[in-house]
């Protein structure tokens, strides 16, 4: 009633549940950074000691957690944390004394880049696969393409990314092991980082050897990134797909003599394409926690080789704003699904 009586526009359906959407999603962000940073002071350690250095004096260590704020209450210690945070400051490493939100500025294109090539892998084999196996419900190619689905789903990311290491670089030869890009490309020719995307990067520059050395370096990690979405997306697709191919509105097309191509591809998959976007952009938000792994296994240096380690190091700034970043990450691609799910089917 009070933005009627001051001639403001009450707010439309889609714009309420945005809103409603937001504030959940901003929820969602602090209760993870609450619980993360509850977490990492309850581990029995001491932050100051790892501050002051392995040779560090007990006065040495005190005045580092004077320095630090941890002789203060925890409470005070939180609101504190959080006032940093709506500044921008993300903190400072106890293990290296870097700026922590430089570091991830300089790591997250590192974790992205795969991740991105391998959910447009994902949707370039998955749909076509998944639409063709409803179109020919029990055939070969159907049987195939939901062997491959569940196979996709279920192989563990770990043992697949070893397996793709024995076979393409012990056995084969043809792929480097770990890394983002080789020594010898480093020396002569260095990528010069611009947007952090490699691929991007030596494109723009015309650094067509080193482009070539990092597109090798990409391919055992995005097949890997890539096999879980794609398995989803051709379960998605053939389940939505068959339910399309059997409305009335597809028999009376093929009645008047529609190619069936033309049938598959823009009749019938417009409908049924959007489960399979929201499916896979939720993997694709899942794929970022799962990419952790893949890092660690490719000494790919990444977000989460770098968690990794402040993991190990018990750098508990650097865990709790790696923690904050991958979260709002994937609470913002929930969101930007549920949005965009509301936009194409406005009954949501």
Same mark, same amino acid.
């Given at each position: 009633?009070?933005?009627?009586?001051?001639?403001? *526009?009450? *707010?439309? *359906?889609?714009? @309420?549940?945005?809103?409603?959407?937001?504030?959940?999603?901003?929820?969602?962000?602090?209760?993870?950074?609450?619980?993360?940073?509850?977490?990492?002071?309850?581990?029995?350690?001491?932050?100051?000691?790892?501050?002051?250095?392995?040779?560090?004096?007990?006065?040495?260590?005190?005045?580092?957690?004077?320095?630090?704020?941890?002789?203060?209450?925890?409470?005070?210690?939180?609101?504190?944390?959080?006032?940093?945070?709506?500044?921008?400051?993300?903190?400072? %490493?106890?293990? %290296?004394?870097?700026?922590?939100?430089?570091?991830?500025?300089?790591?997250?294109?590192?974790?992205?880049? *795969?991740?991105?090539?391998?959910?447009?892998?994902?949707?370039?084999?998955?749909?076509?696969?998944?639409?063709?196996?409803?179109?020919?419900?029990?055939?070969?190619?159907?049987?195939?393409?939901?062997?491959?689905?569940?196979?996709?789903?279920?192989?563990?990311?770990?043992?697949?990314?070893?397996?793709?290491?024995?076979?393409?670089?012990?056995?084969?030869?043809?792929?480097?092991?770990?890394?983002?890009?080789?020594?010898?490309?480093?020396?002569?020719?260095?990528?010069?980082?611009?947007?952090?995307?490699?691929?991007?990067?030596?494109?723009?520059?015309?650094?067509?050897?080193?482009?070539?050395?990092?597109?090798?370096?990409?391919?055992?990690?995005?097949?890997?990134?890539?096999?879980?979405?794609?398995?989803?997306?051709?379960?998605?697709? @053939?389940?939505?797909?068959?339910?399309?191919?059997?409305?009335?509105?597809?028999?009376?097309?093929?009645?008047?003599?529609?190619?069936?191509?033309?049938?598959?591809?823009?009749?019938?998959?417009?409908?049924?394409?959007?489960?399979?976007?929201?499916?896979?952009?939720?993997?694709?938000?899942?794929?970022?926690?799962?990419?952790?792994?893949?890092?660690?296994?490719?000494?790919?240096?990444?977000?989460?080789?770098?968690?990794?380690?402040?993991?190990?190091?018990?750098?508990?700034?650097?865990?709790?704003?790696?923690?904050?970043?991958?979260?709002?990450?994937?609470?913002?691609?929930?969101?930007?699904?549920?949005?965009?799910?509301?936009?194409?089917?406005?009954?949501?």
């Amino acid at each position: 009633m009070g933005l009627a009586v001051r001639g403001l *526009p009450r *707010p439309g *359906p889609r714009a @309420r549940f945005a809103i409603r959407r937001l504030g959940l999603a901003l929820l969602v962000v602090l209760g993870s950074v609450t619980i993360t940073f509850l977490i990492t002071r309850l581990v029995p350690s001491d932050p100051a000691a790892t501050w002051a250095g392995p040779r560090a004096t007990l006065d040495q260590i005190a005045t580092a957690r004077a320095r630090l704020g941890l002789d203060r209450p925890l409470y005070e210690q939180y609101l504190s944390y959080l006032g940093q945070l709506l500044h921008g400051d993300l903190g400072v %490493s106890f293990a %290296s004394k870097r700026d922590i939100a430089s570091d991830l500025a300089t790591m997250l294109p590192a974790t992205l880049e *795969p991740l991105i090539l391998a959910t447009i892998l994902a949707f370039a084999v998955g749909i076509p696969v998944g639409v063709l196996a409803a179109a020919r419900p029990g055939s070969i190619l159907d049987q195939a393409a939901r062997l491959l689905s569940v196979t996709s789903v279920s192989l563990p990311t770990f043992w697949l990314a070893l397996l793709l290491q024995l076979l393409f670089f012990k056995q084969l030869g043809w792929l480097p092991l770990s890394g983002r890009v080789s020594d010898a490309i480093a020396l002569n020719s260095p990528v010069h980082p611009v947007t952090g995307f490699y691929l991007l990067d030596t494109a723009l520059a015309g650094n067509w050897a080193a482009f070539r050395d990092v597109a090798l370096h990409l391919v055992m990690p995005v097949l890997v990134l890539a096999t879980y979405p794609a398995g989803i997306a051709i379960r998605m697709t @053939r389940a939505a797909m068959a339910e399309v191919l059997a409305e009335r509105y597809i028999l009376s097309a093929r009645a008047l003599g529609i190619s069936e191509r033309a049938i598959l591809f823009r009749y019938a998959l417009r409908n049924a394409i959007l489960p399979t976007i929201t499916v896979l952009g939720l993997s694709f938000a899942y794929s970022i926690t799962g990419a952790f792994l893949v890092e660690v296994i490719f000494s790919w240096p990444g977000v989460g080789a770098y968690t990794a380690a402040a993991v190990s190091n018990l750098d508990f700034p650097v865990v709790v704003a790696t923690t904050l970043v991958v979260t709002v990450l994937y609470v913002a691609i929930n969101l930007v699904v549920d949005l965009l799910h509301a936009w194409l089917d406005p009954r949501i």
